[in-house]
């Protein structure tokens, strides 16, 4: 299992860690700071080093019983097993990710329907509501910038299965339910604003998020509504 660095604080930008397995272009470490593809997120990119050497890691993905694999480019070297590397994030990409999901939560707030998809980028992402009211952009704009400024504390903790099953109004998404099968789930609260279910990157802070802007509304059935949300800095 890989210890997951990025769950207790997403500001880190680089660790030490140990290779524990390579295969073609993958490489495994005892720990990391690369958060991997899940929940609309994108998987973290960057670079392991060592010895002189550098890698290009080009994504990042869940293996098999909690390991966590780093994708690296073709032709990239491999770290022997058991070399001591540094893994080193794509930090401007990152930053972006945990400003872009902690806005995705704002904007769930505002519109308090069930979600049934979303996805994350560095540039756009969108969230799929089951819906059919028509979306004002510019007052659902007004509102998500108002949760940004008003700049509530952003944390997270950890509950039970159990402690979730009794409480199954924090779940809000309909296509995907959160992992179970470690006997906890995390949350992410946003002060005042929300609390649910999230493995994610955020921020400590909405006032992080900065500009924002519902640029686009879809309608993607009779009970689906799709809005983008853009940053503006």
Not at 99 to 118: D, E, F, I, P, S
Request: charged share 25%.
């Amino acid at each position: 299992m890989t210890e997951t660095l990025f769950r207790d604080d997403a500001y880190l930008r680089d660790c030490k860690a140990v290779v524990t397995a390579t295969s073609d272009n993958t490489v495994e470490l005892d720990k990391t700071v690369f958060y991997p593809l899940g929940g609309g997120q994108p998987g973290d990119t960057g670079r392991i080093e060592w010895n002189g050497l550098s890698a290009k890691v080009i994504d990042t993905r869940h293996g098999e019983q909690g390991v966590i694999r780093h994708l690296l480019a073709d032709g990239s070297p491999l770290p022997p097993v058991g070399s001591e590397v540094t893994a080193i994030l794509d930090w401007e990409q990152r930053y972006r990710h945990m400003r872009m999901h902690t806005a995705m939560h704002l904007l769930g707030t505002v519109l308090k329907y069930g979600v049934t998809g979303g996805n994350i980028t560095a540039q756009r992402s969108r969230l799929d509501f089951d819906m059919q009211d028509a979306i004002d952009k510019e007052a659902v704009t007004a509102a998500v910038q108002k949760l940004v400024d008003d700049n509530h504390p952003v944390s997270s903790h950890w509950i039970t299965d159990e402690e979730l099953d009794a409480q199954p109004d924090l779940v809000r998404t309909m296509s995907v339910q959160p992992p179970r099968g470690v006997g906890k789930i995390r949350l992410l609260e946003i002060s005042g604003v929300d609390l649910q279910p999230c493995g994610g990157t955020h921020l400590q802070s909405t006032g992080e998020v900065g500009r924002v802007s519902i640029d686009k509304v879809e309608k993607k059935g009779k009970h689906n509504r799709r809005v983008y949300l853009s940053l503006q800095d």
